[in-house]
């Protein structure tokens, strides 16, 4: 069973550009969630997709933004980057499914804003 | 709100020895709490969770124990060993996301 693959693996931005990430879960996972990780800050919920609707957010400004196909395929998009939004982007899948879920993350994104 | 905490960021512990990764967590409605361990390059990995109706749950070399009087969570490793160095981050439940600590890095030394 293939994990959850991410890409691209690195990239370099510079500010006041927009990237897009993107996201396969594991087959039969309905449910994508992205989560912003920095040295020091550990991992910040931004926000998670079931069914193609945004199912919560955590507390990031509005130009970080997602979606989900209705293949489970997730994007997340962040428009005129900042220094500051230099991370690791994780995403991670579970089935979506009420009650705890275990999440299985991809290797993630590096983005580095120059 | 929820807030989870480590007490420790660094840890470094001899080949073979146990080691004890601590967490607080601030949310005592939170009925789920998940340790993961990240190496380098990685995404986390999932080793062990324990539900809030217990206090220990034990697995392959780990064990994690939930005081839930003081709002504490613990994971224990034993006999570690150098593929164990990585960081290590316990999660809590809320609404459909996981909030997770800052982490502990734990070094092996061989």
């Known amino acids: 069973k293939a994990g959850v693959t991410q890409t691209p693996r690195y990239l370099i931005k510079t500010r006041g550009q927009q990237v897009t990430l993107s996201c396969s879960p594991i087959?039969?996972?309905?449910?994508v969630s992205w989560y912003q990780q920095t040295p020091g800050q550990g991992l910040q919920f931004l926000f998670e997709?079931?069914?193609?609707?945004?199912?919560n957010k955590g507390n990031f400004p509005g130009r970080f933004s997602g979606r989900q196909f209705s293949n489970s395929r997730s994007e997340m998009n962040v428009s005129t980057l900042e220094l500051g939004d230099s991370a690791l982007y994780l995403c991670?899948?579970?089935?979506?499914?009420?009650?705890?879920?275990?999440?299985?993350f991809g290797a993630g994104s590096r983005l580095t804003v120059l | 709100g929820e807030s989870v905490g480590l007490h420790l960021p660094t840890l470094s512990v001899q080949e073979g020895d146990n080691s004890i990764i601590n967490c607080a967590y601030s949310?005592?409605?939170?009925?789920?709490f998940i340790w993961y361990k990240q190496e380098s390059g990685k995404g986390p990995q999932f080793i062990i969770d324990?539900?809030?109706?217990?206090d220990k749950r034990q697995g392959q070399r780990v064990t994690v124990l939930l005081n839930k009087t003081v709002k504490h969570l613990s994971l224990q490793i034993a006999a570690t060993q150098p593929g164990d160095s990585a960081v290590y981050f316990c999660a809590e439940t809320g609404a459909n996301n996981l909030f997770f600590g800052t982490g502990t890095r734990l070094t092996v030394i061989p």
């Open positions: 324990i539900r809030s109706n217990m």
């Open positions: 949310n005592s409605a939170s009925d789920y």
């Open positions: 997709y079931f069914s193609e609707t945004q199912r």
């Open positions: 991670a899948s579970d089935s979506g499914d009420s009650g705890a879920n275990v999440l299985t």
């Open positions: 087959s039969g996972h309905r449910s």
